[in-house]
């Protein structure tokens, strides 16, 4: 008979137990969901102040903003190509900084990202927001991108919206950004030797 009310303590225990167990993941659930709608606001937040004309606190705000927006890395990258896209001199400089600090927290998203702005076959980017690509790109080392930059120097001839001065200067920062990452290149080579 002393078995029974063991075995009986013992189920109950085990349920509680299971029951507490189910309860926390339950909790950490709605925590992540929490965290991550909060996060998602603050994101738009900053989208919505880099994209919007005066905010309180001048070209240090938006400054601010650029950095903190492209804290969220890989996620924060197609909505600073389109603020560069988008916007004027000032924002084009603003979404670089924030692409910069992408680049840094999260390299092969954003990377992946710049790729595809670089290597865009539809042209539905404006030069300059190209331009910009190729700048970040080789500033955070995105060594997958020599094949776009390559490809996008080839195409220069037929970007007939850019200048002859612009078209040169393009192919100069093409240029700049392909020795800086074969010479990247060729330091990571030398790394993994020794």
Same mark, same amino acid.
């Given at each position: ?9 013992? &189920? ?18 709605? &925590?992540?969901?929490?965290?991550? /709608? ?34 969220? =890395? ?5 909505? #600073? ?5 988008r ?10 900084? =924030? ?37 970040v790109?080789?500033?955070? =080392? ?18 007939s ?15 700049? /950004?392909?020795?800086? #990452? ?6 990571? &080579? =030398?790394?993994?030797?020794?």
């Amino acid at each position: 008979m002393v078995r029974r009310p063991a075995s009986s303590l013992i &189920k109950t225990g085990v349920m509680f137990f299971l029951g507490y167990l189910l309860i926390q993941s339950v909790e950490l659930d709605l &925590k992540q969901a929490q965290f991550t /709608a909060d996060a998602a606001d603050k994101l738009k937040e900053y989208i919505v102040t880099l994209n919007g004309e005066n905010a309180p606190g001048g070209e240090a705000q938006y400054q601010a903003t650029a950095l903190a927006l492209g804290g969220f =890395g890989g996620v924060a990258a197609y909505p #600073l190509v389109e603020t560069i896209d988008r916007g004027d001199e000032r924002r084009i400089a603003w979404g670089k900084v =924030g692409l910069e600090q992408a680049g840094r927290i999260a390299p092969d998203e954003t990377c992946r990202v710049l790729e595809a702005v670089i290597d865009d076959p539809t042209r539905s980017y404006k030069w300059l927001t190209r331009k910009t690509a190729v700048e970040v790109a080789c500033s955070v =080392g995105c060594l997958s991108a020599r094949g776009p930059l390559g490809r996008l120097k080839g195409s220069l001839d037929g970007m007939s919206e850019l200048t002859a001065l612009q078209r040169r200067d393009f192919a100069a920062v093409i240029d700049e /950004a392909l020795s800086r #990452l074969e010479r990247a290149a060729s330091r990571q &080579k =030398g790394w993994r030797l020794n």
